[in-house]
């Protein structure tokens, strides 16, 4: 049985400017969840357990590296009073004329857009706000024909593998290793109606059934390099791979980590200061 999460602790982080996407870089390597953005602060939620003080040491002393002047403030929310939060926060998401995400209390029928994806806010990162699930969702649009069996590594919330499956794909591999997010993940299953061709293991040690066709990856830098050279064989000769999660700043380093590997940079999406890239297997 999963064990769900009641409480969270809600650190709210100011930092210079320059300061702020590594800060949130390192925010979310230690184990945060849902980063919002707020005018000059931002916000990260862990789950209230016996290492949050550890952890919470931890981002202060980094903070305090980076910029002698940035401050941490900390607030113990209740899952509920959370999630409302997010209404206030968690607008529609036009991806292209076609796409949409929207947040579970939008009506569908609001809204003419071809594909709708609809998500329900909680502790999940992946809500199709930040720029790295956007930048995914844009080649995710491209790259769809129809058919395709997917591997969702480090599936988050669902959104990138919801939205497949309704562009076309056939089939999805949902991986991810943080039991926290099953219940969100059930729920925008629920709320997008689809009850099969999605399967989702929480696990360290996945079984996969390569090759597939595409292969979506939404990671941070931290978790990305150590594990994504054990996926390099997955995709087929000619499938695509998405890699997002990254800054413009870390381009240099995952053009060398995948100039070694079978996958080759088609192109580069940048939004603001985060880079993507669509790669084709060699």
């Given amino acids: 049985m999963i064990d769900t999460v009641s409480q969270w602790v809600s650190a709210d982080i100011h930092v210079a400017e320059e300061h702020a996407e590594i800060a949130m870089d390192f925010a ?5 969840l849902a980063i919002v953005e707020k005018d000059d602060t931002f916000q990260v939620s862990y789950a209230l357990n016996d290492d949050i003080q550890l952890v919470l040491n931890e981002l202060k002393l980094f903070l305090k590296d980076l910029d002698p002047d940035s401050s941490i403030s900390e607030d113990v929310v209740d899952r509920e009073n959370w999630n409302k939060n997010w209404q206030a926060y968690f607008k529609p998401t036009q991806i292209s004329d076609e796409l949409i995400i929207l947040p579970e209390w ?26 790295t ?3 995914c969702l844009e080649m995710l649009e491209t790259c769809i024909r129809g058919n395709e069996r997917v591997l969702d590594l480090g599936t988050g919330s669902g959104i990138l593998g919801i939205t497949a499956l309704h562009l076309g794909a056939a089939w999805i591999d949902a991986i991810e290793n943080d039991p926290v997010t099953e219940e969100n993940i059930q729920d925008n299953l629920k709320l997008n109606g689809i009850n099969s061709a999605f399967r989702l293991q929480i696990t360290e040690s996945p079984e996969l059934n390569p090759p597939y066709d595409l292969m979506l990856v939404n990671i941070i830098k931290a978790r990305l390099f150590p594990l994504l050279p054990s996926y390099f064989d997955c995709v087929r000769t000619g499938g695509k791979v998405l890699v997002s999660g990254l800054l413009a700043t870390e381009d240099e380093e995952i053009r060398e980590l995948l100039a070694d590997s079978p996958w080759k940079i088609l192109k580069p999406y940048t939004k603001n200061e985060w880079i993507a890239y669509l790669c084709e297997v060699k």
């Fill in 28 to 32: 979310l390597a230690l184990g945060g």
């Fill in 106 to 131: 939008e009506l569908p029928t609001d809204y003419s857009h071809r594909v709708k994806t609809r998500i329900r806010p909680a502790m999940a990162f992946g809500t199709g706000t930040h720029e």
């Fill in 133 to 135: 699930t956007q930048l």
